[in-house]
């Protein structure tokens, strides 16, 4: 029996989840985060994606992305394929690096946008790794309350504006939240 296809069209907003093989971990360095980031901003350019959050686990990641004029299949068969080529080219390993097919969620963004950017980056507090979401180094946090520099890759007009708030005021209203 075949898989059921995904719902795709242009501007559709996914939250995106894959985990490692038999919850391996897929990130051992921070080196292996930046090739997966790099991967990831170059796809923003190529397919027109808008990253609007993101967090690099160990052993997962979590990403939400808005599509561009290609579909998220192709984008993530992308990703995923280069990031595992790579994975396996420097630590010498074959096989699976991921566990299944990524899991993708389709995101009213209205409804379900601010609280969904909030659980992405809250993911590393809940796992006993930091007690504040901003000193997790590898997620979207910092960009979201002007402190990172990852504005390249991340697109957090469409969260921030939910403040109807100046920027700085919208950054800050977006921490406590």
């Known amino acids: 029996?075949?898989?059921?296809?995904?719902?795709?069209?242009?501007?559709?907003m996914y939250h995106i989840i894959n985990r490692g093989n038999s919850r391996q971990n897929i990130f051992i360095d921070p080196a292996d985060r930046v090739?997966?980031?790099?991967?990831?901003?170059?796809l923003v350019m190529e397919h027109g994606l808008?990253?609007?959050?993101?967090c690099l686990m160990t052993n997962h990641y979590h990403l939400v992305i808005e599509t561009g004029k290609r579909h998220i299949g192709d984008t993530m068969r992308s990703l995923n394929t280069y990031y595992s080529?790579?994975?396996h080219i420097k630590y010498g390993t074959s096989g699976h690096l991921f566990q299944g097919?990524?899991?993708?969620?389709?995101?009213?963004?209205d409804a379900y946008l601010l609280e969904l950017s909030r659980y992405v980056h809250l993911n590393p507090v809940g796992a006993s790794?930091?007690?504040?979401?901003?000193?997790?180094?590898?997620s979207s946090m910092k960009v979201y309350i002007g402190e990172g520099s990852g504005s390249s890759l991340v697109y957090r007009d469409t969260?921030?504006?939910?403040?109807?708030?100046?920027?700085?005021?919208a950054q800050e209203s977006y921490?406590?939240?």
């Open 1 to 12: 029996m075949g898989r059921k296809a995904r719902i795709w069209y242009e501007g559709a």
């Open 35 to 42: 090739v997966f980031l790099d991967k990831l901003r170059g």
């Open 50 to 54: 808008r990253v609007h959050a993101y």
């Open 85 to 87: 080529k790579q994975y």
């Open 101 to 109: 097919r990524y899991r993708s969620v389709l995101v009213e963004k």
């Open 129 to 138: 790794l930091v007690k504040l979401p901003e000193h997790y180094p590898w």
């Open 159 to 169: 969260v921030l504006g939910y403040f109807n708030q100046d920027s700085r005021a």
């Open 175 to 177: 921490r406590r939240f």
